[in-house]
């Protein structure tokens, strides 16, 4: 089983006693075989590197798989505005973005822990012009630990593979020794009353032209 925490805050003061509460929760009350924990920080300034050391220092513990991600380094801010999905923050925006889907690199349906960091790094980094950092221990976690499965992106792939694998394009001609060109590329020689049966096309379109020794290409 996969316990999974998604923490938005804005929290001044006292920062380090509620992070060494949070690494006591989450090491010995979730009893979950992976844990991922996701943290939005409004302002991450205010966690320290000495508070991230205790959160640190109370996981150590934790026999599981521990996929910790965060909006941003120490003493970055995190940012939101009206224009990542209405008021999230930048971070809760490509995080949600990329358990849709958008995070599954090489298409298998599954959106795993190693994509979504990835995926979450480089659109805030690239949004942000680099002043805002997610990051994640690659250490602590399995990189293939599965956190979302989108059905959707196999079926997309399967209907594109048939397509492809299944177009096929008909040549016909009412005379005989017509060679016929696919993309520019040369397909075959067309007889009169016999197809010319062009199988394996790819969708989308194609330019065609038919040429024979005399005639314009037509």
């Known amino acids: 089983l996969t316990a999974i925490v998604f923490l938005l805050f804005r929290l001044p003061g006292k ?3 509620w992070m060494e509460a949070l690494g006591q929760v989450v090491g010995s009350r979730i009893l979950a075989q992976n844990k991922v924990l996701l943290t939005d920080a409004c302002h991450s300034g205010a966690i320290t590197p000495d508070a991230s050391a205790a959160l640190n220092r109370s996981l150590l513990d934790v026999h599981s798989s521990l996929f910790s991600l965060t909006a941003s380094r120490d003493r970055e801010s995190s940012f939101e505005s009206a224009e990542w999905g209405g008021g999230h923050g930048i971070f809760t925006y490509y995080v949600v973005k990329g358990l849709e889907g958008e ?3 090489n298409g298998d349906g599954i959106v795993t822990a190693d994509e979504l960091a990835e995926y979450a790094r480089r659109n805030v980094r690239e949004a942000t012009g680099t002043r805002q950092n997610p990051t994640s221990d690659r250490g ?3 990189p293939n630990m599965p956190l979302a499965y989108i059905p959707d992106i196999l079926n997309r792939r399967a209907a594109g593979a048939a397509k492809s694998d299944y177009g096929t ?3 016909e001609s009412n ?15 067309v007889r009169k009353g016999t ?8 969708p989308g379109a194609h330019t065609i032209k038919g040429v024979k020794m005399g005639y314009e290409p037509d």
């Open 195 to 202: 197809p010319l049966k062009l199988q394996g096309l790819r």
């Open 140 to 142: 602590s976690f399995d």
């Open 175 to 189: 005379m005989d020794g017509v060679e016929v060109f696919v993309d520019g590329s040369s397909a075959g020689v």
């Open 169 to 171: 394009l008909v040549v």
């Open 15 to 17: 920062i380090i006693n």
């Open 103 to 105: 995070a599954d690199g």
